[in-house]
């Protein structure tokens, strides 16, 4: 059995097999994140992804937006002598999969988009060092890139609606065909969810 014996974080860690003791050195170019699940050793696929590709499906909305919005970040960084270049990349799509499984497939989409381009709505004021067809430019890509977020998500969904017939809560009701609720519940059991939700919030905030 291997027992740490002392563990200074990134630096150097002692451990002892049996009667055998053993000072390691830990450097962070030789140190790699593993995934938040327990006992998983796969990586994130992504430095600012918290889990692997399979279990960021445990991520909550706010989790996955975050992550989304630090991603699309990082990547923009790359396009600012070319805005209108930053979508299309497929590095945050499995954010938009794991978003379908929770319902939340049009907030981390929104998320992603807005993070890569910023709000819409604000364009003018972001955009106008530049001329006219850098913005129009802007316009169209952020749309493209919404819209194939979203289609993304939709194949997601009907794949695991392909793979399952039935309400993996109550067993029994067939699966909606709501685009924009949780991909393996029923009608029934999402609007449970939602007044469990609301009733939760009521009485946080009183």
Known sequence: MLIVESV???Y???VACG????YLT?????????CQAPACQAHPSQEVFTHCTQHLVQCDEQALVRMGNRWASDHRDAFRDAPALAGGSTDADELVRAAVHDGVTLEVTRAIADSLFDDPDMFDEVYHYEDESTL???RKAYAAELQRLLMEGQFEQ???RGSREFCVECKVRR???DSLAPALLCERCVQ???ECTNREESLRYG
């Open 8 to 10: 200074a974080p990134l």
């Open 12 to 14: 150097e860690v002692v």
């Open 19 to 22: 009667k055998r003791r053993f």
């Open 26 to 34: 830990v450097t962070q170019e030789a140190a790699w994140e593993l």
């Open 136 to 138: 129009t430019a802007v």
């Open 158 to 160: 009907n794949r695991l």
């Open 175 to 177: 699966l909606g065909f």
């Open 192 to 194: 449970k969810r939602h």
